[in-house]
């Protein structure tokens, strides 16, 4: 008898939010915008003309869709092993992996988070429409140290080794743009410069001391060497972290998601897709 983890959890609505980061609403909400997207991938799979056996042959999927965005949700939420998952569906950890791997950039092609254009509608500016600015900041995640290449992963800040990505978000804590993800060891300025954000010429972005001397970002006051700051610089100081505040509330918020928090253990290759997929699950939370 095949289990249906999917009615269970459904039961108990803090549980599930617990299980996945989202709430029942914002799941099925997901799920409807999911379906047709993994329907047009699942028939161009079984069905395209140069397959060998029959049409409509070959591997079967041993859950059906919303098991399989509630499993991935779940590995997103509480990254536990495979092998475990396996145990609460019903497959072999093979099988999960398959099948994550599969729906993953189904989800991307729904969140669609850019890596490079900021654009400030007048919706995501209501309350605070005169400030006009965007907030930018980058954040890091521990990975396993590499056998060949660990000087390039090494932080200097963090004291391990890390992979790091670039965001921007809007006043009302909307995340705009995703870098792709990129070793520890570069500087925050220069992800800024090769990230080749554009945005609009009213438009200015703020960030903390990271990307001090990056051109067009306004930054706080560093405090000059053997001298104190002003009481205008550090007025200003206070209210330009009054609205950076803001990112480090997304980021904490994005690392509910245990995937972006624990030393990540995956391929490298797919973290800019999870990061871009968690940014997505934000802002479908909270924006």
Known sequence: MKTNPLVTIKKRQKLFRSLTGITIEKFNELLKQVTPLYEAAE???LFKSKKIRKQGGGRQKDLDLPNQLLM???YYR????QEFLGLIFGLHNCNVSRQLTYLQPQL?????RPAQRVKLSEEELTEEQLLNIFILDATEQQIRRSKKQQKKFYSGKKKKHTIKNQ???APNGRILTVSRSVPGSKHYKKLYDESHLTYARNTKPISDLGYFRAEGITVPNKKPKGKELTLEQKQFNRELSKQRIKIEH???RMKVFQILSQRYRNDLANHSLVFKNIAGLHNLMYA
Do not use: D, E, H
């Open 78 to 81: 509480i990254y536990v092993s």
């Open 250 to 252: 997304t980021i904490g």
């Open 72 to 74: 991935l949700l779940m």
């Open 108 to 112: 991307a092609k729904i969140f669609r």
């Open 167 to 169: 965001l921007t978000i």
């Open 43 to 45: 028939a161009k799979r």
